[in-house]
């Protein structure tokens, strides 16, 4: 069996809903649903909470959590990730969203066992979206993928342009990252790259560097919190559970 670990990056300067990590959705904060969700799954050896944010740090704490306060200079979650697992050892390391409040076993266990295949380096989720406003959405991210399930590229545009396939189905990325080791580790030692500085997307960096993301797709469509409509929405679909 396949050791991982589960880390989630959590930031307090979120630019559309400062404090993101502290607001409650009920009787919890958003970081503590997340945790006990990945808890509950029962997948990992070990799940921290990786911050810069002293608040945050004493908000795990209270719920006792294990959570990790890293240095402040990093430029994306997988870079404050790496800096976690740099001293942890494990087949696989997991890049958990802190804003996926619904994230579950489910959703999670495919992505570990993608690891089964010693030629996977790197994985994430995508789903498919058929909404053309979805699909226009700058902030719902697409990828494509090549014949084997290996993304191509991530975009905030409707990739492909759809000229006359009215049947093409558009894939839309979650936001949850698996590593190995040695790739996570040279994630961070790379600099960012155009493509990813351009997007604002992370992942770009890896593939602009030749490191190949398998794309597992799932029928957990993401649910990330982002604005004040998203705290209501997830506050009425846990009512409604």
């Known amino acids: 069996m396949l050791s ?16 993101k990590p502290l607001r409650k959705i009920r009787d919890k904060t958003l970081i503590h649903h997340i945790y ?15 911050t810069d ?13 294990t959570v990790f306060v890293s240095e402040k200079i990093h430029s994306s979650g997988t870079d404050r990730i790496a800096e976690v697992a740099a001293s942890m050892d494990a087949d696989v390391f997991i890049n958990v969203q802190g804003d996926e409040v619904f994230i579950n076993k489910h959703t999670l266990e495919p992505l570990i066992n993608s690891f089964e295949n010693e030629n ?11 909404d053309i406003e ?26 492909p342009y759809n000229r006359r396939n009215k049947s093409y189905s558009y894939l839309g990325h979650i936001g949850v990252y698996a590593f190995r080791k040695n790739a996570l580790m040279r994630f961070a030692q790379l600099p960012q ?11 770009l960096r890896l593939l602009e560097n030749g490191i190949p993301i398998k794309v597992i797709v799932t029928d957990y469509s993401g649910f ?3 604005t004040e409509e998203d705290i209501k929405e997830a506050e009425l679909m846990m009512r409604n559970m």
């Open 4 to 19: 991982s670990v589960a880390i989630i990056p959590s930031r307090f300067a979120s630019t559309r809903l400062p404090g």
């Open 36 to 50: 006990d969700n990945v808890i509950k799954t029962r997948l990992f050896d070990i799940v921290v909470v990786a």
């Open 53 to 65: 944010d002293e608040r945050i740090a004493n908000e795990v704490k209270t719920f006792h959590g």
């Open 120 to 130: 996977v380096h790197v994985a994430t989720l995508a789903h498919e979206i058929v």
């Open 134 to 159: 979805e699909v226009q959405n700058p902030n719902r991210i697409k990828v494509i993928c090549d014949i084997n399930g290996y993304a191509l590229y991530f975009s905030r545009s409707a990739i």
């Open 193 to 203: 790259s155009n493509l990813e500085k351009t997007e604002k997307l992370e992942q």
């Open 224 to 226: 990330g919190i982002d």
